[in-house]
């Protein structure tokens, strides 16, 4: 009996032990789903790629097709309606601390579109100055001009009893009293967009700088001379 017993003991072999499947190192599901992000913003990124390469190719076409030109904007006209250059008293005439001008002038400008597509000027301030000291300003709205068209704009400078001291006080006696005639000179940036199929072009910077005399007794210009330069900003 003891030796069945052993026997049925030992007979049975080792305890069996549940068994583990083999694991081979799959990926996990957080690491597929990063490279499908990946994936897609790579995917992305070609696309925002091949759409810019897209719209600067449709720029480079219309601009060689419409060959766009620089705009012109020039000062056409200059009427004097009153200019008077009084010094604080006779008295100090000779040498004056002060002088007082009275201005009232038009300006009359040319805006020239030598393009096939329409433009679209920005508003604009011309300084009027005499010998570096601004005197006022002269306003032109913001518009838009046709294809292959000119339009004239007009704006008013109205300088009621400016005071000018010191040097400038003395010259600006002698030129009126003397020379009759006195010298201002006009500058401003005229900022335009050229207008194709509904898109605007970077800002096209039309630089305006005229040099005026007037003659206080014929209350008339007697001289102008512009120079107008444009540069891409």
């Given at each position: 009996m003891t030796t069945g017993s052993n026997g049925d003991h030992y007979g049975h072999g080792p305890p069996s032990y549940?068994?583990?499947?083999?694991?081979?190192?799959?990926?996990?599901?957080?690491?597929?789903?990063?490279?499908?992000?990946?994936?897609?913003?790579?995917?992305?990124?070609?696309?925002?790629?091949?759409?810019?390469?897209l719209a600067l190719a449709v720029a480079l076409v219309v601009i060689l097709a419409v060959k766009p030109r620089k705009p012109q904007f020039d000062?056409?006209?200059?009427?004097?309606?009153?200019?008077?250059?009084?010094?604080?008293?006779?008295?100090?005439?000779?040498?004056?601390?002060?002088?007082?001008?009275?201005?009232?002038?038009?300006?009359?400008?040319?805006?020239?579109?030598?393009?096939?597509?329409?433009?679209?000027?920005?508003?604009?301030?011309?300084?009027?100055?005499?010998?570096?000291?601004?005197?006022?300003?002269?306003a032109?709205?913001?518009?838009?001009?046709?294809?292959?068209?000119?339009?004239?704009?007009?704006?008013?400078?109205?300088?009621d009893r400016f005071n000018v001291l010191q040097s400038d006080a003395q010259d600006l006696v002698r030129d009126a009293a003397l020379n009759d005639r006195v010298e201002l000179r006009i500058t401003g940036d005229v900022a335009a967009k050229i207008l194709v199929l509904g898109f605007s072009s970077p800002k096209v910077q039309v630089s305006v700088d005229c040099a005026i005399a007037i003659s206080p007794r014929r209350q008339s210009v007697t001289y102008k001379q512009c120079g107008v330069d444009g540069l891409s900003v």
């Amino acid at each position: 009996m003891t030796t069945g017993s052993n026997g049925d003991h030992y007979g049975h072999g080792p305890p069996s032990y549940p068994q583990r499947r083999p694991h081979y190192g799959g990926a996990s599901p957080s690491y597929g789903s990063s490279a499908s992000f990946r994936g897609c913003c790579c995917c992305i990124f070609m696309l925002v790629i091949f759409l810019a390469l897209l719209a600067l190719a449709v720029a480079l076409v219309v601009i060689l097709a419409v060959k766009p030109r620089k705009p012109q904007f020039d000062l056409n006209q200059v009427s004097v309606q009153y200019l008077l250059v009084a010094p604080p008293s006779q008295a100090a005439a000779a040498v004056p601390a002060a002088a007082y001008l009275s201005l009232n002038i038009t300006l009359l400008f040319t805006a020239v579109n030598p393009n096939k597509v329409g433009i679209r000027y920005g508003a604009t301030a011309f300084d009027v100055m005499y010998h570096g000291v601004p005197l006022g300003v002269a306003a032109v709205p913001g518009f838009e001009q046709p294809a292959h068209s000119t339009r004239l704009l007009q704006t008013r400078v109205v300088v009621d009893r400016f005071n000018v001291l010191q040097s400038d006080a003395q010259d600006l006696v002698r030129d009126a009293a003397l020379n009759d005639r006195v010298e201002l000179r006009i500058t401003g940036d005229v900022a335009a967009k050229i207008l194709v199929l509904g898109f605007s072009s970077p800002k096209v910077q039309v630089s305006v700088d005229c040099a005026i005399a007037i003659s206080p007794r014929r209350q008339s210009v007697t001289y102008k001379q512009c120079g107008v330069d444009g540069l891409s900003v």
